[in-house]
């Protein structure tokens, strides 16, 4: 019988492995959150900040608002800190999530790239 160690670090090194079967095309956003190491609790919280932002991006587009970078200050705030912002926003993008949201937040990126 394997040492719960033993177990642990065979668990480890096959979930490396099945890391690097996920095709990074099809979920990038899963695949980033593995690499991460994040619990379901972590990622449950990214996900409601980003439900969050989201409606609050909607009320604030209907209301006429045209600057949302204080929206993006704070996901980038509150993001785990395990998640790299830029990499997180293109990965949700490329994985349809919270799409307009994040299309504004790389946009604002951009923006501030070319000052």
Do not use: W
Not at 56 to 78: D, N, R, S, W
Not at 85 to 98: C, K
Request: charged share 30%; with cysteine; net charge neutral.
């Amino acid at each position: 019988m394997d040492t719960l160690e033993e177990r642990i670090a065979k668990l480890e090194y096959h979930q490396s492995l099945l890391l690097e079967m996920i095709d990074e095309t099809k979920k990038p956003f899963y695949r980033l959150i593995i690499k991460a190491n994040l619990t379901k609790e972590e990622v449950d919280k990214v996900i409601q900040l980003c439900r969050h932002l989201s409606e609050e991006y909607k009320k604030q587009k209907a209301e006429g608002l045209i600057v949302f970078t204080p929206l993006l200050t704070q996901f980038a705030g509150m993001l785990h800190p395990k998640l790299p912002l830029e990499q997180t926003i293109d990965a949700l993008l490329r994985q349809n999530m919270f799409v307009p949201l994040m299309q504004e937040f790389k946009k604002i990126i951009a923006d501030l790239k070319e000052l």
